[in-house]
Every structure is written in structure tokens, then in C-alpha cells.
């Protein structure tokens, strides 16, 4: 396990609120990750990060931001939510090489 | 563009083999994963194939690659009650150690 944890573990917000996930880490991973899974569709990736403070766009990155000032923090901003961005939030880590990643536990937002 | 697919369900019985299969896009990915998740659980690492080769054994997991059709395979021998949870296929994409996942297949296993 590579000491990944994220919070809230669960939320329930109202539509057009921002609203904050935050992944931890404690393994000095450089790379993190932020998808959402949604049933029938997986995993899909919705920001990266290759460093602090360098991040970048996955598949589904609109209404989305992230912010890494440091190592270990990832965090994950929904600048005015939507019904649409109800799903389970998976933080994850890696390293170069096998590119094996390691995930938090998740969060389940819901939007009302 | 670069797409995973997976079935997304599959029934065996306690003590049968399951068989997971996958299709891939990106004939380029070096490494090709098996990842499980169980309820309430984020995924985990479950095996993995180097792209060079056809075919890997670990324990009751046996992952097979056929490159030629972009097919990878996972199967799970004796397979168990607690081997119940979702098993999602990946492909690595691009750089970043970014990974394309599958909708993952839900293995559900009845005594």
C-alpha cells in the first residue's frame, strides 16, 4: 500500500457549489492522478501531475482544476458543481518504470 | 483514438477457471496490467505483462498476450468466492505513466 489517502471520504454538496478533494501521500511518488469511476465507463482520468506543481489535462478535465504545491498534496477542485460530476473520485501515485499506480480508497461525491 | 473494452459481467462457479478478456488500441504500450478492485476499494495491482511477452504465469493467474489481434486475457484457476470483485484491464498511454483503463468486468463467483 502506498499510504494514499483521500478526504472527505464521502460528500453531498448542492449544484453550482465548489466544492475540494484532497489526496496524501506519504511515499514521495512523483507522479498523482485524479479519475472518476462511473458505471460502464471504468476509470477515466481527469487531471495528472508529473511534479509539483505540473499538471496536466486527461479525458474529462472540464469543470475541473487541480493544484499541486507540494509532493505529497494532489488536490482536486470542482469550481461549480453539476449534477453530471456525481461519481466515486479515485486518487492515484506512481512511479516511472512499470508505471504500476497505487490508489486512495476514493471519495463518493454526490450533487444534488 | 487509443480505447480499452472489456465485457462487463461474468458468472462462474467455486472451483471453475474464469476467463477475462480484453481488447486493446495502442500497439505501442510496453506494459500491459491486470488491476482488481474490490467493493468499497480503490484497485490494486493484480499482474502485469511485459509487451514482448505471450504469456505469463503467476499462481492460479495466467495473463495472455496476443499482439497480433491486441488481445490480452486473465485466467483465474480454481477460482474462489473471495476472487469476486471488478478486474479491470489497462494499457499504458503516451507518457506521464499515464494508463488507458477498461470498463471493467465484474466477476461475481457462487458457491
Known amino acids: 500500500d502506498a499510504g494514499i489517502t483521500q478526504s472527505p471520504r464521502h460528500k453531498v454538496t448542492e449544484t453550482g457549489t465548489p466544492v475540494t478533494l484532497r489526496c496524501h501521500q506519504t511515499?514521495?511518488?512523483?507522479?498523482m492522478y485524479w479519475y472518476r469511476q462511473d458505471p460502464g465507463h471504468g476509470l477515466r482520468l481527469i487531471h495528472y501531475?508529473?511534479?509539483?506543481?505540473?499538471?496536466d489535462k486527461g479525458e474529462v478535465s472540464d469543470g475541473y482544476s487541480v493544484s499541486r504545491s507540494k509532493t505529497e498534496d494532489f488536490l482536486l477542485t470542482l469550481e461549480s458543481a453539476t449534477s453530471s460530476q456525481t461519481s466515486v473520485y479515485f486518487c492515484?501515485?506512481?512511479?516511472?518504470?512499470?508505471?504500476?499506480?497505487?490508489f486512495g480508497p476514493g471519495t463518493r461525491l454526490t450533487v444534488l | 483514438g487509443e480505447d480499452v473494452e472489456q465485457s462487463l459481467f461474468l458468472s462462474v462457479r467455486e472451483g471453475d477457471s474464469s476467463v477475462i478478456n480484453c481488447t486493446y488500441t495502442?500497439?505501442?504500450?510496453?506494459?500491459l496490467y491486470w488491476y482488481k478492485q474490490e467493493p468499497g476499494a480503490g484497485l490494486q495491482l493484480l499482474t502485469y505483462?511485459?509487451?514482448?511477452?505471450d504469456m505469463k504465469q503467476d499462481q492460479r493467474l495466467t495473463v495472455l498476450l496476443n499482439k497480433k489481434d491486441k488481445h490480452l486475457s486473465l485466467r483465474i484457476a480454481d477460482t474462489q468466492t473471495g476472487d469476486s470483485a471488478i478486474y479491470f484491464c489497462?494499457?499504458?498511454?503516451?507518457?506521464?505513466?499515464?494508463?488507458?483503463f477498461g470498463q471493467g468486468t465484474e466477476l461475481s463467483v457462487k458457491p
Open positions: 492515484a501515485t506512481g512511479t516511472s518504470g512499470l508505471n504500476e499506480q497505487f
Open positions: 511515499e514521495n511518488h512523483r507522479y
Open positions: 501531475s508529473y511534479g509539483v506543481k505540473d499538471t
Open positions: 495502442d500497439s505501442s504500450s510496453t506494459y
Open positions: 505483462i511485459f509487451s514482448n511477452m
Open positions: 489497462a494499457e499504458t498511454y503516451n507518457q506521464g505513466g499515464k494508463l488507458i
